[in-house]
């Protein structure tokens, strides 16, 4: 706080306006914040602007392969704000999340590899995310979700084959440190406003770094969590790990998640999604919609007829009833009409609006002679 003192009164001294209306500790204070994320920025320009080797720490090998691909980055980011589009595409996503994180951590459970046991007993309490993902999914009433579709079986398997070992710990690092946290840093309250969440949803996305709980922010951009002790960890077991080649390994299952994860959120539930034009299709006009959520807030959609009927008649209970009543009486009303014999008049003049006209007559006209 000291040291920022001088750009203070320097502050104050060109734009003397505002004295009357900043105090120096609210200026101190954003100054601060604003030389926080300053730090941390040059932290992480750092770890992009290195080349990691063979020999570079594991956390380094990890995030460098995703950094090299834009276009799977860019491609994931078009899924990610298609889902922003309704609550039916966020449930759908929400779902396959679940049957990836449940049998993620499941596997991290039960694993007996120490390069994986290290980094899941270290930070698994705050990494867990299957319980919060249930929460999600019965908020937008979509509990219990649909059975695993294509794609996530397919992820499944990966898992599956990872499990039995070190590889786990590369799923394990994917879908938390390279998609979790980045997701709660950039997209929580982006949800919120695009599909009417709830202050504190998504739950998934309220991510608690080891250290300490990150505050709720009020603005689009918040707090980034630290991946520094989750770095530490994951280095430790690098060394732990005990070779290039059993780093290697864990590295290319990272790879391996991140293909399925990017499989599983463009995967489409519609069968015309399912052909590469119609998920193309359905995926830029979803990613429309979801911007224009995140733009101007979330927008019920409108009720079905039947329901809209339903409510408008809510403040007369009887009124569907005396519609109902009053159709019978007009339609017995002309059963009864239909049914009165016919008088002489009526029947004779029935039988003229009904007679067939005579045909033409068929003489021959006489031709004048020639």
């Known amino acids: 706080m000291n040291a920022l003192e001088p750009v203070v009164k320097g502050l104050q001294k060109f734009i003397p306006h505002f004295k009357p209306a900043v105090s120096a500790s609210s200026v101190l204070s954003h100054l601060s914040k604003l030389n926080a994320t300053t730090e941390s920025a040059h932290l992480v320009l750092g770890r ?20 090299d691909d834009p276009i799977s980055t860019g491609a994931l980011a078009v899924a990610i704000t298609a889902s922003m589009a309704s609550r039916e595409r966020y449930a759908d996503l929400t779902g396959k999340l679940w049957h990836v994180y449940t049998a993620l951590e499941e596997h991290l459970d039960k694993s007996e590899s120490p390069v994986v046991r290290l980094v899941w007993d270290t930070h698994g309490a705050q990494l867990r995310r299957a319980g919060l993902i249930a929460t999600d999914l019965k908020e937008v009433g979509a509990w219990p979700p649909a059975p ?49 969440l709830g202050d504190t949803s998504p739950k998934r996305l309220s991510f608690h ?30 060394v732990l790990a005990g070779s290039d080649d059993a780093r290697a390994s864990i590295v290319e299952e990272s790879l391996c998640a991140a293909i399925c994860n990017l499989n599983l959120h463009q995967e489409g539930s519609a069968p015309w999604e399912r052909s590469s034009a119609g998920a193309t299709i359905s995926l830029g006009l979803n ?84």
């Open 48 to 67: 992009l602007t290195e080349r990691p080797t063979a020999a570079s720490l594991l956390s380094k090998q990890l995030e460098r392969p995703l950094i």
């Open 148 to 196: 695993p579709t294509f794609e996530t079986t397919c992820y499944l398997k990966c898992l599956r084959d990872a499990a039995q070992s070190d590889g786990l710990l590369g799923h394990a690092y994917f879908r938390y440190a390279g998609g979790l946290l980045a997701e709660a840093a950039l997209l929580n309250k982006r949800y919120r406003v695009a599909l009417g």
């Open 209 to 238: 770094p080891p250290g300490g709980p990150v505050p709720p922010a009020p603005s689009l951009r918040e707090p980034l969590p630290s991946l520094v002790p989750l770095h530490a960890t994951i280095d430790e077991a690098g």
């Open 287 to 370: 990613s429309a919609r979801g911007l224009r959520g995140v733009a101007f807030g979330y927008k019920p959609p409108p009720p079905p007829p039947s329901e809209a009927k339903a409510g408008a008649g809510a403040d007369d209970g009887n009124t569907l009833q005396k519609e109902a009543e009053a159709s019978m009486v007009k339609l017995a009303a002309q059963l009864k009409e239909a049914r009165k014999p016919l008088t002489d008049a009526e029947r004779r003049e029935l039988l003229m609006k009904h007679r067939k006209p005579a045909p033409p007559s068929k003489t021959a006209i006489p031709r004048a002679p020639l």
